[in-house]
């Protein structure tokens, strides 16, 4: 089975920049989708951004457009997202996410990330 490791997430300005990555590993690793979700203190995860793992093909959230830019590395079985701008409300504990399909539902990915925490503040 796949296992996603995230790093790269902790404390920063509002106004600065965070690289988070996340690092899969299994026998076989070949998702149609990867995506990162982020959850903040008593909200619901939500999606924040997906890649197609081969097309490269990507969608984000509005709340985040022009501020994140998602990327992959095929031959590191690795994802990354470049955070620019933070703003407090990025705040979250940051899941990467890979599954059968690329999506913006939490339900529709199959394997996932203990997270990693990150903090904006004001």
């Known amino acids: 089975q796949v296992q996603l490791v995230e790093s790269g997430g902790g404390l920063v300005q509002a106004g600065g920049s965070l690289r988070l990555s996340c690092a899969a590993s299994?026998?076989?690793?070949?998702?149609?989708?990867m995506a990162w979700f982020r959850q903040g203190p008593g909200k619901e995860r939500e999606f924040v951004v997906f890649v197609t793992w081969i097309g490269g093909y990507t969608y984000y959230a509005d709340s985040v457009k022009g501020r994140f830019t998602i990327s992959r590395d095929r031959a590191k079985n690795t994802m990354y997202l470049q955070m620019n701008s933070l703003k407090p409300e990025d705040s979250g504990v940051y899941y990467c996410?890979?599954?059968?399909?690329?999506?913006?539902?939490?339900?529709?990915?199959?394997?996932w990330g203990q997270g990693t925490q990150v903090t904006v503040s004001s």
């Open positions: 996410a890979a599954g059968p399909r690329a999506t913006t539902v939490t339900s529709d990915y199959r394997d």
């Open positions: 299994g026998r076989t690793f070949s998702p149609y989708g």
